[in-house]
């Protein structure tokens, strides 16, 4: 994937950064991938009733790689998640991606962000129904102001590394599921940030489809060097990831790494029935 020609820079050698104008090392011991938090907390509500979705919690992932945070619905995954990617602001606490920090951004801060820095994917597609699969998987281009061909260029490359070139002009209710997410983590990934989030990415594909998305975020992660954090509550879904953290009642109870040797799905399923 990616690679001269394809329109996708190659990631984990040299990565231009657009803005400033200027080639940019990534071989900065992978401090682009970094995240940080310290001390996050959350609550939704306020007074007796409060919830208290994140309470405290600390997490460090350095240097690219594939990465679970597992937790039973209600742990606080998706509150993390819309944190990290700077949709919402924690209450206390700070939050570092890159090494610096992004829980105090301003509003223009705040879109350069997520649009060039960071990647998400949901649970649902957020496909554009009336869009084409080349229109949406080239939509923050489109949002960004580059010229149409360019957009097409870089759509139509993408589109050859997910092995959906063939699927360009349909509109998402003539994709399938798994072709949809893929098309999702593309529009994700278009502008090739250091980052991409994933939450519960597979929670409405087969199996099958499941095990296909699985493998991509693991390549993602592997040919492209970017940091790939998907939050999940299936055990299942870890198979590929070389570290899974355990989230429960809004703090990490446990991490677990593959270079012990062990199969981090399996322990993160133990983990989670033994209540961390
Ligand atoms: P998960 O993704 O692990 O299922 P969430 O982060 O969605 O967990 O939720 C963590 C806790 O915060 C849960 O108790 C949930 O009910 C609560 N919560 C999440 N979002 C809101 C909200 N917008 N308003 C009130 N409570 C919320
Ligand atoms: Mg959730």
Request: hydrophobic fraction near 40%; charged fraction near 25%; glycine fraction near 14%.
């Amino acid at each position: 994937m990616g690679g001269p020609g394809t329109g996708i820079r190659a990631i984990g050698m040299i990565k231009v950064d657009r803005r400033a104008g200027h080639v940019r090392e990534l071989a900065d011991g992978g401090r682009s991938r970094m995240i940080r938090c310290e001390g996050v907390s959350k609550w939704y509500g306020r007074g007796p009733g409060a919830v208290g979705a994140l309470r405290g919690l600390d997490l460090a992932i350095d240097g690219a790689g594939y990465v679970a945070i597992m937790g039973h619905s209600g742990s606080g995954k998706s509150t993390l998640l819309h944190l990290l990617a700077a949709l919402d602001r924690p209450d206390s606490g700070t939050i570092e991606l890159g090494g610096r920090r992004i829980d105090n951004l301003n509003e223009t801060e705040l879109t350069r962000f997520r649009r060039r820095e960071i990647g998400i994917v949901f649970q649902q597609f957020n496909l554009i129904s009336t869009m084409t699969a080349l229109d949406n998987i080239t939509l923050p281009a489109l949002l960004d102001g580059a010229p149409g061909k360019r957009r097409r260029d870089m759509g139509m490359a993408l589109l050859r590394a997910l092995g959906l070139e063939h699927r360009a002009d349909h509109r998402p209710d003539a994709l399938s599921g798994g072709e949809q997410q893929r098309i999702a983590i593309g529009r994700a990934i278009l502008f090739e940030p250091a980052i991409l989030f994933a939450d519960e990415p597979t929670g409405n594909l087969d199996s099958e489809t499941s095990a296909q998305v699985w493998r991509l975020l693991h390549d993602l992660a592997d040919e492209r060097g970017m940091t790939v954090l998907m939050v999940t509550h299936e055990p299942a879904a870890a198979v590929h990831c070389e570290k899974a953290f355990v989230l429960r009642d809004g703090r990490i109870v446990t991490t677990i790494d593959v270079h012990d040797g062990l199969d981090v799905g399996e322990l993160a399923a133990r983990a989670l029935r033994s209540g961390g």
